[in-house]
């Protein structure tokens, strides 16, 4: 008996969605490399905020990209329509690291990178809720397990960072901190470096391989199977 044919438009929709993904692994990494030159180096000065827009609107192409799969099912919908709002506010908000680095002594530019930073966090904790729902769509029981439990464990680090970004926010807040303060001030200081590592990274390298994974499995289940 013949095979069923494919229907057209879902294989349309998991090919917008393999492309999504795509453009997501690969920009993640290169958000992170651009928007920190951007703040700290000279040599993008030339190009001003450009390429740090261009590299956050690739993410929000990646998510709009991945719009056309499933619009039926609702959490997926919600998960997906608020890191998309999410990518478009980094996308909005990515010149104040240029303006912040020609003019660091503008408290309203540092301000705005504060939000910027906090944004991206939450992206990155609602990409991987976005990761979540997709692997409970798709058929395959490892994928969907292998997301579940780390897509959790990314965002719970994210928490942790949050955490650690409000106390030490709030040990500067004292005029005249104690010696227990002071110490703890210097201890998150020496520490900074790696906690960014731990809590940013670690998450981000986790995402992009639950990214590339998922891609994997669309490609090799649904375009591997007609060949």
Known sequence: MADTPPNPQLLRSLGKLARGLSALFWGLPAALLICAETARADWLKPLGFFPAMAITGLLFYGLWQMGDFQKQERPWRAALDRAQLLALTLLGLCPFIYWHNK????????????????????????????????????????????????TALNRWLLVLLLFFAIVFISLLQFPHPSPAVGSALIWLNRASGLLLIFFILLPLAMTMALIWKTKEVILDAVFGSRG
């Open 103 to 150: 003019l660091p002594e503008q408290a309203f530019f540092s301000y705005a990178v504060a939000v910027l930073e906090l944004t991206a966090v939450l992206f990155l904790f609602n990409l991987n809720l976005v990761l979540k729902r997709l692997g409970a769509m798709l058929p395959d029981e490892t994928l969907r397990s292998e997301t579940r439990q780390f």
